[in-house]
C-alpha cells in the first residue's frame, strides 16, 4: 500500500442525475468478480474432514485478481461504492477491491461449515461452543486475506458516511468532546491495519517520487475509536474526482495523477 484517502463523496456518484447506469453495472461485475474469487480461495483450503489450511490460504490469496484500490466501507453503502468502483474503471481502468464483496460469501461459507458440523440433530440447535471455534477460525481467515489484499493494493479508499462511522461524546478529565467511531469490526480491522502497514512505492518509476514523502504514515493508537486513524487520511470529495477526471493524460498513471493533485491536501 503506498497512499490512503477519505472518500467525502456522500450520494454524488449514486444520483440519478449524475452517476450514469453503465457505472453501476461495471461496479457490479467488479465486486461479483472479486467475491466469488474470495470465496473460492478460502473454500478451497478447507479440507474433508473440516480442518481449515490457513497457512495455504495465505500462501494463495495473492492468486485472486490483483487490484489497484482497496474500498473499505459499511454493507450499507454497498450500492454507492459499487457506482464509485464503477465510474473508477470505466475514466481510470483502475480495479477497486469492494471489501463487503466479501463478508457475504464468508457468511455463506460459515453457513456451510456450521450445517455440517455445529448443527445438532437432537436437539435441533447449533453447538454453540464449536460455532465459536468454527466462527473464530473463518474470520481469522478473512482479517489475514485482508490484510493481504491491503498489503497489495496500491490504495485504499475510506468510504466516510453516517453509516461506517459514528460522533459520539466522550469525556476526558471532566471535558466533553466528540470523537469518531465505527461500531463495525472489519472497519476498525481495515485502518487499524492501514497505520501500521508498511509504505511501499509502486514499481513504476515516476517523476512523482519526489512528492511521495506527503504521503509519510503516523503511529496508531490501536481501539475502535477510529478518530487518529482518520486524520492520517487524505480526504477527497466531488470537486477532486471531477479535476482528477479532467485532469488525467495519457501515457501518465493515473493514480500518479490523483497523488500529484492532492499533494497540497496531505498538509
Known sequence: MFAKFQLDISDYFYNSQINRPENIQTGNEISNCFGEESYR????????????????????????AAADIFISHSHKDLNKVKAFAGWLYRNFGLKAFIDSCTWGYVDDLLKLLDDQYCWN?????????????????????LATALTE??????????????????????????????????????????????????????????????????????????????????????????KDLEVWKTTQHIPEHPLDTLYKLNTKLAH
Open 41 to 64: 480461495c478460502m473454500k478451497g483450503f478447507i479440507c474433508d474432514n473440516g480442518k481449515i489450511d490457513g497457512t495455504a490460504l495465505k500462501e494463495h490469496w495473492f492468486g485472486i
Open 149 to 238: 489484499m491491503i498489503d497489495n493494493t496500491e490504495c485504499l479508499m475510506f468510504y466516510k458516511t453516517p453509516n461506517s462511522i459514528k460522533i459520539s461524546e466522550e469525556i476526558q478529565n471532566t471535558k466533553s468532546g466528540k470523537r469518531n467511531e465505527t461500531i463495525s469490526p472489519w472497519i476498525y480491522h481495515e485502518l487499524s491495519i492501514s497505520s501500521m502497514m508498511r509504505q511501499k512505492n509502486p514499481i513504476r518509476t515516476s517523476a512523482l517520487l519526489e512528492h511521495r514523502a506527503e504521503f509519510a504514515q503516523n503511529s496508531l493508537q490501536i481501539g475502535y475509536n477510529v478518530e487518529k486513524a482518520l486524520q492520517e487520511l487524505i480526504v477527497i470529495n466531488e
Open 121 to 141: 440433530k437432537n436437539s435441533e440447535t447449533y453447538n454453540y461452543t464449536i460455532r465459536n471455534y468454527t466462527t473464530s477460525h473463518v474470520h481469522m481467515m
